[in-house]
């Protein structure tokens, strides 16, 4: 399988009042066509990965690494007009809440268009056509209608696919999901995982799946990163997460409820101090 | 069956349509805070220890004359009564004589009221151009320099007293450097020169051709006019800024960058769209703010407009003119207020 | 266990600084005290509110020691010495067109300035505030009369409304701080109203209520204290605009009248001789201005301190 995405020591830092804040230390990992998941929990700095890779992290964040490479090519070297190009045409991101990632004032339509636009020489007419394309590859079933509607007429599982039909309008190859279902109810989200899982595998795309969710995360994946405090402190592929080595995957295991197996007791997570300065673990297939 | 009953009397009191339900009950409230602002005046009149009686009639009256006038006055008939006349008179735009003009109030606005509409006219467009974007720019470099300045402009706004600006502004360009004309709206020499169409001398110069009175308008109006501007231009950038610092914190404004798009695209495509609504209520509220601050800065450069007419009427005790001006001004209030919510309805596409 | 602590240890252990910032305070005392004395210290990191800050407590000093700090008296007049410029002989600010020296003037003006200050701080806020709670919280009737009432004063132009008020009264500075008071309440009562609905519906009140508590106890022990924090910011920020407000009246001869060296009156004043003799009406111009300012410096820090999420700077 060839690599898409090379990532060498990535590091994201903030400066803050009490020093600098070292969101990301360290991580490097590879993507090839698969579906790669990043679990974490909060402040674990998986989204900060998902948008250092679009290099999204602005002023006063400060990301570093040895090499972020697409096809070999480094994205940190390009400039900010280059990287324009690669955001959406190449790799592009779904957010968590539709409510807040689209536009309120503007039509679904006028949003889908100009997706297109971005990165086509297209008439508005073609755009148009492309758009409704796009709508009803992601199951939306009065297209015509939802063109001309405004986000907050939506709900949250239709907004969520018209956020993956706009992502996915300009063609690209690497697909980020960051926290794609965690604003959607549970009766919605395998719904929309199975739209989103179709149409990466239709395209040969890449996916980087970030979620809080592990139990989520290795039905849906290929294979499963787990970071803590910044690092990567696990690899394996997702049907052999019950084998995970370390103990804070095996924390995150042992505290999920589950039907099948019921327990007196949920554990309840260890943090070991040690695990924060343990290297990270290299997430290459 | 109960239920039934129940259900028809739970209907609601007006067969009308959502829409007109809602017109009128934006209507009733648009009257009785108009009939509230007619009583306050109305009381306001009634408190003065001025006699106005004595007014009219002067010192020496004989106690027969004062009697009639009182009655002319309609003084006699209870306050009801009283507020009822002066209601109805007020809608049929009769404010009552002026002592100093001896004519009808009305009619002296009318004749005064282009010179401030100018004024301040110009005022929010000075405000608007160089707000509006001082405010965006702000917002998007923030803690930049333009940032630092656009702060001490606004508190600079905030903290000075117009009328002494107008007079700092009025010694510096006029007195010292000569850059603009003094008070007045026009050099004598100008004056009554061109045929007064709409009674705005800037336009009315332009529609007669004659560049020599428009420049000399434009000398006298750049001054006062940039007062006005500088106090909403320090009012709308804020506003703006704050405004546009909202939204540039919005999740759609990365999703626009994920999208490729340019900065300046996203900033004035999306986030500025998101404020437009906003920023009509925020102009809306600084063009009524003029209008209350032509009221300190006429008298300053002699402009002949409603605001210096209020001031001198005041110093006179000509009470039938301040009141008149405080309804109309504070009509003016009203409409601009209602006029940026209907906007607000007509614009947002979330109010729906 | 508590009762030793309530009073804070002079000695030995911990120090006075200690005790405020302690993460367990034992009393309401303390916890009291150590939230004011960490949204100080809040404060003191903003630099132009400490400017705005010492700026006001100038003004207060000016005012309080006026007769000692002045060098002459404000209403003498020398009409040989009139108009004399900054830096003459014993004027530092020069001398007004009936020759009483402006620097004296403008120290005893610093009263006038406080004095309207502090009436309408204390009117305004506390009309607002009553008017504001009571429809809160009453709802019904009582809500829909005093909203609609509040409308109408809120719908006025607040400084011709003032204006109007004081021609019909008469000039003075009562007057003239009762016209602007009348102006001033609307918005205080707005805000109290938005908390008060807010808070009453919350769980804790029901609770009270369960308890026994009648509304007046519940309006003044409960919804109050949470409105202070509000309406302290709205009313510095506002001090400005009423500074302003009066310095206009002032201006229009409506405030406080001659001879009284009200700031705005000694604008007017000044304003015949502004061509050749600038300063008589610049110098008061400047105080203003640097109260205003002070105010609003102040106003800005204690928004950022105490309603970070209105701050949006």
């Not at chain 3, 300063?279 to 201005?289: E, K, N, Q, R, S």
Request: glycine fraction near 8%; hydrophobic fraction near 50%; aromatic fraction near 8%.
């Amino acid at each position: 399988m060839s690599t898409l995405l090379d990532i060498e020591n990535l590091w994201v830092r903030f400066p803050t009042r009490n020093g600098i804040f070292d969101a990301v230390r360290g991580v490097s990992f590879s993507l090839g066509r698969e579906r790669l998941g990043i679990v974490g929990e909060s402040g674990s700095g998986k989204s900060m990965t998902g948008r250092a890779i679009l290099r999204l992290i602005r002023h006063p964040g400060i990301v570093e690494a040895d090499h972020i490479n697409l096809h070999g090519e480094n994205l940190l070297a390009k400039s900010e007009r280059d990287m324009r190009k690669v955001r959406g045409e190449q790799i592009s991101m779904v957010m968590q809440d539709p409510k807040f990632s689209l536009n309120p004032v503007m039509t679904i339509g006028d949003q889908l268009i100009e997706a297109h636009r971005l990165h086509a020489k297209a008439t508005k007419a073609e755009a148009r056509k492309k758009a409704l394309e796009m709508l009803e590859a992601v199951s939306i079933r009065d297209p015509e209608r939802v063109m001309g509607a405004y986000p907050h007429e939506m709900s949250g599982g239709m907004g969520q696919r018209i956020m993956i039909a706009m992502m996915l309008i300009p063609n690209p190859e690497i697909l980020i999901a960051d926290e794609p279902t965690s604003a959607l109810d549970v009766s919605v989200q395998g719904q929309v995982l199975s739209i989103m899982d179709r149409l990466v595998k239709e395209r040969g795309m890449g996916l980087i799946f970030i979620s809080h969710d592990l139990n989520l995360v290795s039905q849906f994946c290929d294979r499963v990163l787990i970071m803590y405090a910044g690092r990567i402190v696990e690899v394996c592929d997702a049907n052999r997460l019950h084998e995970a080595q370390h103990p804070y995957t095996r924390g995150l295991l042992g505290s999920l409820p589950r039907f099948d197996a019921p327990r007196p007791r949920l554990e309840v997570l260890q943090r070991d101090p040690s695990w924060r300065d343990a290297p990270s673990v290299e997430g290459r297939t | 069956m109960a239920n039934f009953a129940t259900e028809t009397e739970r209907r609601p009191w007006l067969p009308l349509p959502p829409w007109a339900r809602g017109t009128l009950v934006t209507l009733s409230s648009i009257a009785v805070t108009m009939l509230g602002l007619l009583f306050v005046t109305f009381l306001i009149g009634r408190v003065m220890p001025i006699d106005p009686v004595l007014a009219i009639v002067g010192e020496r009256a004989t106690e027969e004359q004062y009697n009639a006038a009182y009655r002319e006055l309609g003084l006699d008939r209870s306050l009801a009564v009283q507020f009822f006349y002066y209601v109805s008179d007020v809608l049929r735009g009769d404010f009552g004589t002026s002592l100093l003009t001896a004519g009808d109030v009305s009619s002296d606005f009318a004749r005064l009221f282009p010179a401030t509409f100018e004024l301040a006219t110009i005022g929010i467009l000075f405000g608007c151009i160089l707000g509006v974007p001082l405010g965006v720019i702000a917002a998007v470099r923030r803690g930049s320099w333009i940032d630092q300045i656009a702060r001490v402009i606004a508190l600079v706004g905030y903290s000075m007293p117009i009328f002494w600006l107008g007079l700092m502004g009025l010694l510096l360009f006029y007195g010292i450097l000569g850059w603009v004309g003094g008070p007045g709206r026009q050099g004598i020499f100008y004056e009554d020169m061109i045929p007064s169409v709409t009674g705005m001398i800037l336009v009315d110069s332009l529609i007669a051709g004659d560049w020599a009175a428009f420049r000399d308008a434009f000398s006298h109006i750049v001054l006062p006019a940039s007062l006005l501007g500088y106090y909403s231009l320090a009012y709308i950038s804020r506003m703006t800024r704050s405004f546009m610092l909202e939204q540039l914190s919005a999740e759609y404004i990365t999703t626009a960058r994920v999208k490729g798009m340019s900065e300046w695209a996203v900033i004035w495509s999306h986030a500025f769209r998101n404020i437009r609504v906003q920023l009509i209520t925020v102009i809306a509220l600084s063009y009524a703010n003029l209008l209350e601050g032509s009221v300190l800065t006429e008298i300053i450069f002699a402009w002949p407009g409603i605001g210096s007419y209020i001031t001198t009427a005041l110093l006179s005790a000509d009470m039938n003119a301040v009141l008149g001006g405080t309804v109309v001004v504070g009509l003016v209030f009203i409409c601009l207020n209602i006029f940026s919510d209907l906007l607000y309805k007509v614009f947002d596409p979330r109010s729906k | 266990m508590s009762m030793t602590s309530q009073t804070p240890p002079s000695s030995g252990g911990q120090s006075l600084r200690q005790w405020l910032l302690s993460d367990t305070p034992t009393s309401r005392r303390q916890a009291r005290l150590s939230a004011l004395y960490q949204g100080w210290l809040a404060l003191r990191q903003n630099h132009m509110a400490m400017v705005g800050l010492a700026i006001l407590v100038v003004l207060i000093s000016i005012a309080l020691f006026a007769p000692l700090i002045a060098p002459h008296d404000p209403f003498v007049q020398d009409l040989a010495n009139r108009l004399q410029p900054l830096g003459s002989e014993g004027h530092l600010l020069g001398t007004d067109s009936l020759g009483r020296d402006i620097l004296s003037r403008l120290i005893y003006g610093a009263r006038i300035t406080l004095y309207i200050v502090a009436l309408v701080a204390l009117i305004a806020p506390v009309v607002g505030l009553l008017v504001g709670t009571i429809s809160g919280y009453a709802g019904g009737w009582a809500d829909v009369i005093l909203m609609r009432i509040t409308d109408i004063f809120l719908a006025f132009p607040r400084l011709v409304l003032a204006l109007a008020f004081v021609a019909a009264l008469g000039a003075g500075i009562e007057n003239a701080v009762l016209a602007i008071s009348l102006t001033a309440w609307p918005p205080y009562a707005r805000m109290a109203r938005a908390e008060t609905l807010t808070i009453r519906s919350s769980d804790y009140i029901s609770a009270i209520r369960l308890q026994g508590a009648g509304p007046l106890r519940i309006i003044i022990k409960h919804i109050w204290p949470l409105c202070i924090s509000s309406l302290i910011v709205r009313v510095t920020l506002d001090m400005a605009g009423i500074i302003l407000a009066a310095a206009g009246l002032g201006f229009l001869g409506l405030g406080a009248q001659p001879p009284s060296p009200e700031w705005g009156a000694m604008i007017s004043e000044g304003r015949r001789f502004i061509l050749d003799h600038w300063w008589v009406a610049t110098m008061p111009g400047l105080a203003i201005f640097a109260v205003s300012l002070a105010f609003n410096l102040l106003g800005d820090g204690l928004r950022d301190v105490l309603d970070p999420k209105d701050s949006a700077s």
